[in-house]
């Protein structure tokens, strides 16, 4: 019996060690499948025109330049519409945060009549395709006179509904026992939110903003939209405009995009457990 028992035992560790083998071999192929793209991008950008379009495939450049970074940045005015995209996104960010906020605190804590009526209507705006709204936003645009301005890419996206979602998640989940003992010691509303809540939603703040950044540093079709003047591009519209069919630089396209790409994977790399822990405690508590 000892003996069945010990080859069953090994059989089992077996099987065990081979399951393993396979799931871990899937998901190299699977990791590796992801990351090869972006590979081929940084390959791409230290290559010249003739490497890039060469077939067969180079995989690796003859030589390691830095000349297609320059071009980039220099005579496609890169340059500029890194600063023009660094500057709509903080501002969005901060002011997004600071009105998903204040909603949010208000749909957590105050009761009021109709309060989940329309918070249960706030959210059916998700279900909407942001693509419906754009016309009507335009012509409101149009009617301001805000095209070829920051405000046009600035205020349309001073609020979110998804970030109004997640931080009412997390306010939710804060023990209201504090900011009952602060309203007793005579706190206002203001300074309840501003120096208790606040500090308590740190974690909440920094994935909101990882999640506005990374959506206004990738969006297109708006600034598309509202945006004529070159001096005014941002970093997706000039990367789409490299694409077009008078202009087949490829490598040129490849290092626009590595360049757009670094400030995310920087951003994302310093406040990244902050974004998954943002994933998990997103529906703690209705």
């Not at 972006?38 to 000349?67: C, D, H, N």
């Not at 208790?196 to 600034?223: C, E, G, H, S």
Request: aromatic share 16%; glycine share 4%; net charge positive.
């Amino acid at each position: 019996m000892s003996d069945l028992s010990t080859r069953k035992t090994q059989s089992a560790r077996t099987m065990s060690f081979i399951t393993k083998s396979i799931i871990h071999l899937v998901l190299i192929i699977g990791a590796f499948s992801m990351i090869l793209p972006f590979v081929w991008m940084v390959l791409m950008g230290f290559k010249t025109y003739r490497e890039a379009t060469a077939i067969p495939i180079v995989w690796l450049p003859s030589q390691w330049r830095l000349t297609n970074f320059t071009l980039v940045l220099d005579r496609l005015r890169f340059g500029r519409y890194m600063l023009n995209t660094i500057y709509v996104t903080l501002v969005t960010t901060f002011v997004q945060l600071f009105f998903c906020s204040i909603t949010a605190y208000g749909f957590s804590k105050f009761k009021f009549p109709g309060r989940d009526i329309m918070f249960f209507l706030f959210l059916c705006l998700l279900m909407i395709p942001a693509q419906m709204v754009f016309l009507p936003r335009y012509f409101m645009v149009i009617q301001l006179g805000w095209l070829n301005r920051y405000s046009a890419l600035i205020i349309p996206h001073y609020v979110s509904i998804f970030g109004t979602f997640l931080l009412r998640q997390y306010f939710m989940a804060l023990p209201w026992e504090l900011t009952d003992s602060a309203e007793i010691d005579g706190c206002s509303y203001i300074k309840v939110y501003a120096y208790i809540l606040i500090p308590l939603m740190t974690n909440a703040f920094i994935a909101l903003a990882i999640y506005t950044i990374v959506f206004n540093w990738n969006d297109l079709l708006w600034p598309l939209m509202v945006i004529n003047d070159r001096d005014m591009r941002t970093l997706a519209v000039g990367v789409a405009a490299l694409s077009s069919q008078d202009y087949d630089q490829r490598h040129l396209q490849m290092t626009a995009g590595v360049i757009s790409m670094t400030p995310l994977i920087i951003a994302f790399l310093i406040g990244q457990k902050y974004f998954i822990r943002s994933i998990a405690l997103s529906g703690i508590k209705g």
